[in-house]
DNA sequence: GCGGTATGCCTAA
DNA sequence: TAGGCCTACCGCG
């Protein structure tokens, strides 16, 4: 599930596994050339792991430098070393003491020097889960664009980490239509949107996964079960009023959001936009029968 | 076995 | 805006 939380988890727990280590690293599928980062016996060792919104940053030695970015079908999988044999797909196996992290289907693995990192950096957003991110920015962007404020939380380049989930989730809880210019959304409702959307990421980060819904569990607790852990993403009705959700492409994207809670209250110019159509989401109404099965 | 789908993003036109 | 790309999984025939 790579939206920003899932790349801050993975930064923290590679760290933790893998880092200071000397590692083993290798491209089972062949498409990452790790020479110039190894040396003959084909290790290096790993300074630190950075994640900045959907992307990652593996630190080694000699200013080496691994970025990641999972892109929508990237994954990680961790277990114990020595590990049994990668899978022919596998980009990029790192093998360290006590485990073996294998990457999967990214987007982008890649060799970069330190000021190509900085280069990637400088065109992201700030990202709320970074304790060095300035909001501001965001802010005035959003104050003077007729920009969908739909659109412009899922653009990287004005603040990083959201993806389509949280989008969904952040616009519902603030009862805001997706395609609200940002020039009409007031500030006091834009702080609460970075809050919201800090909170949520840190949620994410510490569960692993996305709930939107529930105060967070206490330790041993019930996990909030699948199919409630939003209130309008992936679902077919709103969680809030039981009403039905609604789809259309903005920017090339779905978005999901509930008509009932968040209604378009300034029309934007030309209103020409996609016909919304009900969502085909996974999950029926809360109370009731059996979840609806996919499609 | 095939087609559709998904939490992303880049490029060409 | 459309198309391409990365992969796994699921329903369908």
Request: charged share 25%; glycine share 10%.
């Amino acid at each position: 599930m790579p939206e920003g939380h899932t790349i801050h988890r993975a930064a923290r727990d590679h760290e933790r596994d893998l880092g200071g280590q000397l590692l083993k690293v290798s491209s089972p599928q062949g498409r990452f050339d790790p020479d110039g980062l190894v040396d003959e016996s084909g290790h290096a060792r790993l300074c630190r792991v950075e994640a900045y919104g959907k992307h990652l940053f593996y630190v080694f030695d000699r200013s080496l430098i691994v970025h990641v970015h999972l892109g929508l079908f990237g994954k990680f999988t961790r277990r114990r070393s020595p590990a049994t044999p990668p899978r022919s797909t596998t980009r990029l196996r790192l093998e360290g003491e006590a485990f073996t992290i294998d990457l999967v289907g990214p987007t982008m693995c890649d060799l970069v020097t330190t000021e190509e990192m900085q280069s990637i950096t400088r065109r992201l957003g700030p990202d709320p889960l970074r304790a060095d991110a300035d909001p501001e920015p965001f802010y005035a962007h959003v104050a003077r664009s007729k920009t969908p404020i739909g659109a412009a939380l899922m653009d990287q380049s004005r603040i990083c980490g959201v993806g389509n989930v949280y989008r969904a989730e952040v616009l519902h809880l603030l009862g805001l239509h997706p395609d609200t210019p940002g020039s009409a959304i007031p500030p006091a409702t834009m702080r609460a949107m970075w809050r919201l959307v800090a909170d949520l990421l840190r949620r994410g980060v510490e569960e692993k996964r996305i709930v939107t819904t529930h105060p967070a569990p206490a330790k041993g607790s019930r996990r909030v079960p699948r199919g409630e852990s939003t209130h309008v993403y992936g679902r077919r009705t709103c969680r809030t009023c039981k009403g039905d959700v609604l789809t259309y492409l903005l920017r090339a994207r779905v978005v999901h959001y509930c008509p009932a809670c968040q209604p378009l209250v300034e029309t934007p110019p030309g209103a020409g936009r996609a016909k919304p159509r009900v969502a085909r989401g996974k999950q029926g109404p809360v109370e009731g029968p059996a979840a609806t099965p996919p499609r």
